[in-house]
């Protein structure tokens, strides 16, 4: 009897242990890891494909996607009815951005004058979900939207240099000018986006911000060329050896009467408001940069913050230590839909926007969300591109 009690002891606890690997067997896969067929239609809501060819549709937009999980970039081209068929992709939350240049021909057609800088984009859709338990077509709408002077935000270094220490000072922001013409930079407003407001509808909230000197023409940036602004414009490779020469870049960032570094042979930013600290600052794993074209003294003051309308943001720019966790997201997505980064301190690493054409003059990707335009490198490259 005292056996036969044993055995059946053990035997339940047989029973138990298999029971719960049984639990632990890997459970059937749900809809968004299936791999499915979807269709995107491309719906132009500003009327001018109605009045050129009949239909809304979007014709010959090229549609990129990248998914948010997996980080896969795709390219497609829409057909003749403004459709995009995509086919083994797996279900996820995908990045999309839909553009299709207008031709002065086209133009010309719909309004009657041959203008050019002229596209349609998805200005206000830039995530979909596609899952492959849902039998629907994915709208997305795109609009006019005018090109514009085409500066952008091209590259920012923020993390510092390895082997140094705790050294941060060489920090920077780098524009280009990707247009086919001269842009001056005096009266740009260069401004961080605070921590401690939310994307307003309307504007965004800054307690740091700085101009370029000038009175209209002081500051030409040639078709193709690059303006770095600098944290401090010395050679920041005396003091640590993996960083960089900065001593001959457009701007510098120079705070007056606090400890800060001059260099008199760069022009200086004209400080316009920073509440806190005794130089430029930009955050070593996460920040927010824009850049306007406004009067400063028009900008409403609230609670130490200058308040910067969206329709005055030429470009912006947000890196995050995830860049995939993008509820921590200051910018409004119509700015910048995704973020860059996921680069730790003091590794000497930058964020630089992705060069599409490389003829006599670099394109840089701009379809304002980070997440598709910006790669990160190695290390930084003021006043160049890596890729020349």
């Known amino acids: 009897m005292h056996r036969g009690k044993i055995f059946l002891s053990m035997l339940w606890m047989l029973i138990v242990f298999c029971c719960d690997k049984i639990v632990d067997l890997p459970q059937k896969p749900d809809a968004l890891e299936r791999v499915g067929k979807f269709q995107i239609y491309l719906e132009d809501q500003s009327g001018y494909m109605e009045k050129l ?11 990129s996607l990248k998914s948010k999980s997996l980080g896969l970039d795709f390219d497609f081209k829409s057909d003749s009815n403004g459709v995009v068929i ?40 830039k995530m979909i979900t596609l899952r ?10 795109m609009n006019i939207v005018s090109l514009g002077e085409q500066l952008v935000i091209s590259e920012i270094y923020a993390c510092g240099p390895p082997e140094a220490g705790l050294y941060y000072h060489d920090k920077y922001v780098e524009l280009y000018n990707q247009s086919d013409s001269t842009i001056y930079l005096d009266s740009l407003l260069v401004a961080l986006v605070s921590k401690a407001y939310p994307r307003d509808a309307d504007y965004v909230y800054s307690k740091n911000v700085w101009m370029v000197p000038g009175t209209g023409r002081d500051h030409p940036l040639a078709p193709g060329e690059f303006a770095v602004m600098a944290e401090d414009a010395i050679d920041h490779t005396i003091n640590a050896p993996h960083s960089v020469d900065l001593s001959m870049v457009r701007f510098e960032f120079y705070k007056p009467e606090s400890p800060d570094i001059d260099n008199p042979n760069i022009p200086n930013m004209q400080l316009i408001l920073q509440v806190y600290g005794y130089d430029w600052l930009i955050g070593g794993e996460k920040d927010a940069l824009i850049i306007a074209r406004v009067n400063p003294d028009s900008l409403e003051y609230r609670d130490e913050h200058l308040l910067i309308p969206y329709d005055k943001i030429i470009d912006g720019v ?31 690493k930058s964020m630089e926007r992705i060069a599409l054409l490389k003829t006599d003059k670099l394109i840089l990707k701009d379809d304002n969300n980070s997440s598709l335009d910006f790669i990160v490198i190695d290390a930084p490259t003021p006043q160049f591109h890596h890729s020349q």
């Open 86 to 125: 995509v086919e083994n992709m797996v279900s996820d939350d995908y990045f999309v951005t839909a553009k299709r240049g207008l031709t002065p021909e086209e133009m010309e057609l719909i309004s009657g004058v041959a203008t050019s800088n002229i596209e349609l984009q998805n200005r206000d859709c």
């Open 53 to 63: 060819t009949g239909r809304s549709g979007v014709f010959d937009a090229a549609v």
């Open 132 to 141: 492959a338990d849902v039998d629907s077509t994915i709208v997305v709408t």
């Open 318 to 348: 947000e890196y995050l230590s995830d860049p995939a966790n993008l509820r921590d997201k200051k910018l409004h997505e119509s700015i910048d839909a995704g973020a860059t980064g996921g680069i730790e301190f003091y590794t000497g």
